[in-house]
């Protein structure tokens, strides 16, 4: 029995090694940002609320502007992967690592967020288990990456698993930066606490949306700035605050 199985996990590791993910790996593409897309899919969040989250992403990505932004890097490219979360163990990677480099890697991209599932439906909103789940996609990813970003989206505070403060604070004495997009259709004040309790890092910065109607306004001003490592109010129509130095 243990021999058959590790034959089984000799077998799945052989088939890995091969995987498109495994030669990006062994290649190390340099990129100029890594970028996690961390989407709110808890209880607060209806399947209405969800698929407007995710047609604002999908236009985002296929935005001339978002293109322009990934186009004026050094190495005119990123890598982006979008998670699903919840509760402190609940998050699901919804579409996985990918560069991008031009307009039809960018159109590709957006295609793969519109067949996403939502594949969690509550479970607490635990923004702490978000970061910490985030910072391990970060420092597992097929990419050398300039910076490291952390775009965390939700319509609610922290109230399950550990401290918020602890996981952004150590998020960033490891260089990475954590950006929000706060929805106030639930919680008006929930930008505040974003500010105070959520983003951080150099040039950390949130842009909310008053709703979710607004969100895809939001959330194409918030990559245009994030991924051209610009500060947001340089944005037209971008209200933006960023969180005072320490």
């Given at each position: ?27 190390g593409q340099s990129v100029d940002l890594a970028l996690v897309l961390a989407v709110d899919a808890s209880g607060s969040v209806d399947q209405i ?50 560069k991008i480099s031009d307009a039809a890697s960018a159109n590709a991209f957006a295609d793969a967020i519109a067949r996403a599932p939502r594949q ?45 403060n602890q996981a952004r604070d150590e998020a960033i004495a490891r260089g990475v930066g954590i950006n929000g997009l706060p929805i106030l259709a ?61």
């Open positions: 029995m243990r021999a058959a199985f590790r034959f089984l996990v000799l077998c799945v590791v052989g088939l890995g090694l091969g995987g498109p993910a495994s030669a990006q790996r062994e290649t609320r969800f698929e407007l989250q995710k047609q604002g992403y999908v236009a985002a990505f296929r935005h001339p502007r978002v293109i322009g932004a990934i186009l004026s890097g050094p190495t005119q490219s990123i890598a982006v992967i979008m998670m699903q979360w919840t509760g402190p163990a609940l998050q699901v990677t919804a579409v996985p690592w990918t969690l439906f509550g479970g607490g909103t635990s923004i702490s288990g978000a970061i910490d789940a985030s910072m391990g996609l970060l420092f597992d990813n097929p990419y050398r990456a300039t910076r490291r970003v952390i775009d965390i989206s939700g319509d609610g505070s922290n109230n399950r698993g550990r401290s918020v639930l919680e008006p004040n929930l930008d505040h606490y974003f500010r105070e309790n959520v983003i951080g890092g150099p040039g950390a910065f949130m842009i909310a949306a008053k709703d979710f109607e607004t969100f895809g306004e939001a959330i194409l001003k918030k990559l245009i700035a994030e991924i051209a490592g610009v500060a947001p109010d340089v944005i037209p129509g971008a209200r933006a605050q960023a969180r005072a130095p320490e």
